[in-house]
């Protein structure tokens, strides 16, 4: 793998709040050398241009990210990919769906033992509900050399010559690395990454793509590292006249919402669908 950052595999507690979105997916599943993926076929005329979708850890186990993609590919007129980076083994969100309803809402401000009982729904989650081997099969390091091969793959079998990466948490992450990657040619074009986690300030700095970075209201893995990233974005703008835009404005979320929002809460529905809105816009800019 041609990464020049660190990978990190420590999960963040956060990584497991979210929802169902419901719908019927209208794309297919596919392969590609090997590696299947959910293809959204769009209706556009640029078929030499592809946005793939990183997901979540839940990864294809949920439908969220191929409801999603098909939004994707009917807002841009692109073809949207899924790599399922997970291949096919995924996490029973059954099997913690209590601990994902107790972690589902904001702690700033609130009592030291609510947020107590949050750090420890997430320990019980991550140690016992999906439990260390999982991670161990698909730790961040193995599923982002997927995403990145998949990429390269695009272009070089595909047809694709120019391709952008829109990812979430998990795969939010892989969206920061792949921005940075020293592989010639680069795995993508224009990236937008979503509360991207597990990350630390320094895996920004290799950024040297059009990139846009969207935070949570209130992150448990970002937000004691986020000014350091605010600031290394900021001065990579300023150095290599990269384009790149940070929103910092979707109050009222947790970690988690670009991809698994609870639409029953009116501030966190208009912070994701404006988040799809402003994805689609930053790739009809750049891509």
Not at 86 to 115: C, V
Not at 145 to 171: M, N, P, Q
Not at 267 to 284: H, Y
């Amino acid at each position: 793998m041609s990464m020049t950052t660190h990978v990190h595999d420590d999960p963040c507690p956060a990584c497991l709040e979210g929802h169902r979105l419901e719908g019927d997916p209208k794309g297919s599943m596919e392969k590609l050398n090997g590696l299947g993926y959910y293809f959204a076929k769009s209706n556009g005329e640029h078929t030499d241009k592809a946005i793939v979708l990183g997901t979540d850890l839940f990864g294809l186990g949920l439908p969220n990210a191929k409801l999603m993609a098909d939004w994707f590919a009917g807002k841009s007129g692109l073809d949207v990919l899924v790599p399922d980076v997970f291949e096919g083994d995924y996490i029973n969100a059954s099997r913690i769906q209590p601990q994902i309803d107790l972690m589902d809402e904001p702690t700033k401000g609130r009592s030291f033992l609510l947020r107590l009982k949050y750090q420890a729904n997430a320990l019980w989650a991550f140690s016992y509900g999906i439990g260390p081997a999982y991670l161990f099969r698909h730790s961040a390091a193995h599923t982002l050399s997927l995403a990145e091969k998949f990429c390269l793959d695009l272009r070089k079998d595909a047809g694709y010559t120019r391709i952008g990466f829109v990812g979430y948490c998990w795969g939010g992450a892989h969206a920061v690395h792949l921005a940075g990657s020293s592989h010639v040619p680069k795995p993508v074009d224009v990236v937008v990454a979503f509360h991207p986690a597990p990350i630390n300030a320094k895996d920004f700095k290799p950024v040297t793509v059009p990139f846009m970075l969207s935070l949570a209201g209130e992150d448990a893995f970002l937000d004691p590292i986020k000014p350091a990233v605010l600031s290394t974005l900021s001065a990579l703008a300023v150095e290599r006249g990269t384009p790149i835009k940070t929103w910092d404005d979707a109050l009222g979320t947790v970690h988690g919402y670009g991809a698994r929002p609870d639409l029953a809460k009116p501030l966190v529905k208009e912070a994701f669908a404006l988040g799809l809105e402003r994805t689609a816009a930053w790739f009809r800019e750049h891509l």
